[in-house]
């Protein structure tokens, strides 16, 4: 059996920002990080448009309470107010503490750190690397593994939490390369398992965002909290869905549609394309129904509106955002310089996750603790994005709560015995799952099941939302969860079996997705990016608390929880 002290499950920015901490506070402790990529192909090195910070270089008036203020107001007043306050305040002092690491962060013309709009922000504080953030901050933190001797298990797939008796003990994981199986035993264990952008059919993701660690999560009987809260980003490419970062707005473009007309005018006159992704998406996708959208030919009526960026000139379009044009042009053959880009909603955020406390305590309910294991990042709900994120918060999040939770576990196991664990009980059991999918002689194909399952989410739990239309989502759920036990793989053998690996995905989407759905229904309002057209206005005095999910073989079981307001009374949202 492996051990170590700390094992970490996730090598984008939450996890290995998580990892330095730990060395940093005590370079005595054995600290792990695994991932089913290679840590620098995480999700985080995607991200684009930067990270935000109060570190008033363009605009002095700035303040952490302004940014508190916007991130809970963005949040639609769901976010705990004390989570978002510690996560403001603490955000110059990150930024910093990654230029000090080396981070190329762009620079103004003195050499300090250049910041830029972004939807929701009422100052300019986001910083960033061109549009390249995710990609500097963490190469550097891999960098960092490595210096400090942090062992990294690359391309590794954790199957299973090991929980007994309300307490963490490890993890099992499978090796990709040649099919090996081990017990991992742990002081504390942390998830950064970042999102689950594939459970619905189009998405800004990447194909490891399959909320695993929600899934094994949601399975070992501990709750899920807000999973009804999807963030569709405005502004995917069509048709591919990747993302074109909200950097090109904060740098000016405009949105279009097929009447030449910017109409975010009708939806947010004060922020117009830089309101909140939750406002925007409904918008476009309004116009998009409303027949205003626009077909590859040009004409009316079609699924997308176009992002224009024509007047920004070429020299700020290729210093500034040169990803996306190159994404633009690489993708669909659209040169921005020339031509507006065609985009539409994409699916690109969770708001909820695994319920954690300020220092990365998971959760068991409403105010009790998991003993030894602990969560940060995407995959956490601390919640410091409430029903909606604000674009630039949520780098900050794995920045600030991988740091804090870091620094919470190398305090934790100090005082904590390495668990027992029944190693051959538990290679057994995943031993037995592994054969049983590969013996299985069923009918379906896996990608079959998967593309019927992220169209159902995507039909039936999207943008707009009823009861009815959920409902009927709810049956068809139910039925591929029967389909998926009559999947049938070709490949048999040991040797990097991605087919295994997307049976053991898909099972994890399912169960994703049905909390998801569950989560939704029973929310009978409309907050954020949670939008029923049954129930087209937010309701304070029913719905202002957290959503709780337990998963169960026999169904989800839905409690809530109250919020944390401290600074801010929730007021109408407007822009
Ligand atoms: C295209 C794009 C652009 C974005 N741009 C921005 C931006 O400009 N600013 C901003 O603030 N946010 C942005 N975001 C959001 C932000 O990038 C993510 O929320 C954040 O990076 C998530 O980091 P994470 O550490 O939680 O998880 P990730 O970076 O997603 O890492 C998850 C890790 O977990 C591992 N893992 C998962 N399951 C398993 C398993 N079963 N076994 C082993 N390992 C596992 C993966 O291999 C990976 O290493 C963007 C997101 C996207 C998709």
Redesign the pocket.
């Known amino acids: 059996m492996l051990e170590h002290d700390v094992i970490i ?8 920002r998580a990892a330095v901490e730990i060395a940093r506070t005590n370079p005595s402790l054995n600290v792990a990080v ?4 290679h ?1 620098i ?12 910070a109060t570190l008033k270089n363009v605009d002095s008036s700035d303040s952490w309470e302004a940014h508190a203020f916007d991130t809970v107001k963005g949040s639609d007043y769901l976010a705990d107010q004390d989570a978002v306050e510690i996560l403001t305040r603490e955000a110059p002092d990150v930024v910093i503490d990654l230029e000090h690491m080396g981070v190329l962060f762009s620079r103004l013309s003195d050499g300090r750190i250049a910041q830029r709009a972004f939807g929701g922000h009422s100052h300019n504080r ?1 910083c ?1 690397a061109a ?1 390249k ?2 990609h500097a901050i ?1 190469h550097e933190l891999v960098n960092n593994l490595r210096r400090y001797g942090v062992q990294i298990y690359q391309e ?4 299973r939490l090991i929980l007994e008796d309300g307490q963490a003990k490890g993890v099992v ?1 499978y090796r990709i390369l040649d099919g090996r199986l081990e017990v991992v035993r742990a002081k504390a264990v942390m998830f ?4 689950y ?1 594939r459970v619905y059919n189009t ?4 194909y ?3 909320g ?2 929600l899934a ?1 999560t949601a399975l070992a009987g501990l709750p899920l909290e807000d999973m009804e809260f999807v963030q569709f ?1 405005p502004t995917g490419l069509y048709p591919v869905g ?2 074109i ?3 090109v707005r904060g740098e000016g473009a405009y949105l279009i549609n097929s009447d030449g007309e910017r109409f975010m005018a009708r939806y947010a006159p004060s922020r117009m394309e830089l309101a909140p992704r939750d406002i925007t998406s409904r918008a476009i996708a309004y116009e998009i129904r409303a027949g205003r959208g626009i077909n590859p030919d040009g004409s009316a009526g079609g699924p997308f509106v176009h992002l224009d960026l024509r007047h920004l000139g070429k020299e700020k379009i290729m210093s500034r955002i040169p990803f996306c044009w190159e994404e633009a042009h690489r993708l669909v053959g659209v040169d921005a310089i020339t031509e507006p880009i065609p985009v539409r909603p994409t699916i ?3 708001m909820g996750g695994i319920p954690v406390n300020t220092n990365g305590q998971v959760r068991s309910s409403g105010e009790n603790f998991v003993e030894g294991f602990f969560a ?5 709900c601390v919640s410091v994005h409430g029903a909606n994120r604000l ?8 920045v600030v709560y ?1 740091r804090r939770t870091g620094a919470a576990i190398a305090q934790y196991v100090q005082d904590r015995k390495f668990p027992t664990v029944d190693e051959q009980l538990y290679l057994r059991q995943a031993q037995q799952k592994l054969q049983s999918l590969l013996d299985q002689g069923g009918k379906y194909r896996i990608n079959q099941v998967r593309q019927a399952f992220q169209d159902t989410m995507t039909e039936y739990c999207g943008v707009f939302r009823t009861e009815e239309l959920m409902r009927q989502g709810w049956e068809k759920l139910q039925q591929l969860q029967q389909q998926y036990t009559e999947i049938y793989l070709d490949d048999k053998g040991s040797c990097w079996n991605t087919e295994i690996l997307e049976a ?2 898909l099972e ?1 989407l399912i169960v994703v997705g049905q909390m998801i759905l569950s989560s939704a229904l029973n929310r009978q309002e409309s907050r954020g990016a949670h939008f029923r057209e049954d129930y087209p206005e937010r309701d304070d005095v029913n719905f202002l608390k957290h959503t709780m999910a337990y998963y169960s073989p026999a169904g989800i079981d839905i409690q809530y929880r109250p919020v944390t307001i401290t600074m801010f009374q929730p007021q109408e949202r407007k822009y």
């Open positions: 499950v996730g090598g984008g920015l939450a996890g290995c695994v991932a089913k990529t840590p192909r995480s999700h985080s090195v995607a991200a684009q448009g930067g990270i935000a986001t960033y549009d953030t995710g963490l590794w797939y954790v199957m994981m950064a398992t970042g999102g952008g998405t800004s993701n990447d490891a965002s399959t695993d660690g094994m980003h990747v993302l970062s909200e950097a690109h955020y969770c940060a990042g995407e995959t956490a674009g630039s918060n949520s780098l900050l999040e794995c991988g053991l995905e994890n």
